[in-house]
């Protein structure tokens, strides 16, 4: 092959990958502002002094039309009902009664992605420090503590050669840094695997110790944490983007078992005994649950078919028993806020 032949063959193969970036970059937005533009009939508008401070779910609207993918709410009294939605988009959201934190993407020519500590009336008061896309996002119970993960490469925990990166910071102050900075415990020992991976924190009251997954040697791992001492210990195999329950008795979290790459079965994980059992939801979740109460959490889903981004919030005990039951309509990222 000649010099020129090369030259050719390289700026066509350019050519056709600029033609294929530019054709999904249209695509996506077609179907974003087909989203925005779009109705939806089953879902009522409430004003937000009807919910005020009351308890409520905070979660991201998935209705189509102009408030998709923004901060909305619903009482926690009726799930169901009139939901309250704002103008402040977020890929991913998490409140508490004090602030949230708001996951947020600008989807340009380039699309750029950002992290914000938010007041009650959404006002931003901290950005956080944030490198990649959106993953999970996560504040301690009194609102002190932020947490965050995003995907530094590849887009999602189905693939096998992802990367995240996890920061927690405090609301307020100095970030405690990447979670790959901490001390890891294995087996008694500390390991520094060049592969390990952090995602998911959860964090328990004492806003000291939390959970989260660490995936090295292509193993998932549960970890319990400590801030004071930077260090983690792993605990069980087999376990991805845990949520602590609010009596801290129980973790919920993601186990593939045997089941095909990317997929996941909910299961519940009794912190005293170490005993795990399978929840009712035999559909695949990848997400980091919500603690509805003691005994039940939710999670979000997306509809299959020809709806696939617009996801439901459903519900299910973590006994193993019963049934999951749909919660909260065209909407994702649940905070139960009591």
Not at 14 to 33: D, E, F, K, N, P
Not at 67 to 74: C, E, L, N, R
Not at 185 to 213: C, K, L, M, Q
Not at 320 to 331: D, Q, S, V, Y
Request: hydrophobic share 35%.
């Amino acid at each position: 092959m000649t010099l020129r032949t090369r030259a050719l063959l390289l700026v066509a193969i350019c050519v056709v990958t600029l033609g294929v970036a530019v054709a999904y970059l249209l695509v996506a937005r077609h179907h974003q502002g087909t989203l925005e533009q779009g109705e939806s009939p089953t879902v009522a508008h409430g004003a937000r002094e009807d919910i005020g401070t009351r308890p409520r779910i905070v979660f991201r609207n998935m209705a189509p039309g102009a408030a998709y993918g923004t901060i909305s709410m619903v009482s926690l009294a009726d799930p169901g009902g009139p939901r309250v939605v704002t103008d402040t988009p977020c890929e991913r959201v998490y409140a508490t009664s004090k602030n949230m934190i708001c996951l947020s993407s600008d989807r340009g020519f380039i699309t750029t992605y950002g992290a914000h500590v938010l007041d009650s009336d959404l006002h931003q008061t901290q950005t956080l420090p944030f490198i990649g896309i959106p993953s999970r996002a996560r504040l301690s119970q009194d609102g002190t503590l932020a947490a965050t993960t995003s995907f530094t490469s590849s887009d999602s925990y189905a693939s096998m050669s992802f990367s995240t990166r996890t920061m927690i910071t405090p609301v307020g102050g100095q970030t405690l840094g990447s979670l790959e900075d901490f001390t890891l415990i294995h087996d008694g020992r500390s390991i520094e695997p060049v592969d390990r991976n952090y995602w998911g924190v959860t964090f328990a009251h004492d806003d000291d110790t939390f959970y989260a997954t660490v995936r090295f040697s292509n193993h998932t791992w549960l970890v319990r944490g400590s801030l004071s001492q930077r260090r983690m210990v792993t605990l069980h195999e087999d376990a991805e983007c845990p949520s602590l329950s609010p009596d801290g008795r129980n973790i919920v979290f993601k186990q593939r078992g045997d089941l095909p790459l990317g997929t996941w079965r909910l299961v519940d994980y009794d912190v005293a005994s170490g005993t795990v059992t399978p929840l009712a939801e035999s559909r695949s979740v990848d997400d980091q649950v919500e603690w509805l109460d003691d005994a039940h959490v939710l999670y979000g889903l997306p509809r299959s078919g020809s709806q696939p981004v617009i996801d439901d919030i459903w519900s299910v005990p973590i006994s193993g028993a019963g049934k999951p039951r749909l919660f909260i309509p065209e909407a994702s990222s649940p905070a139960v806020v009591d």
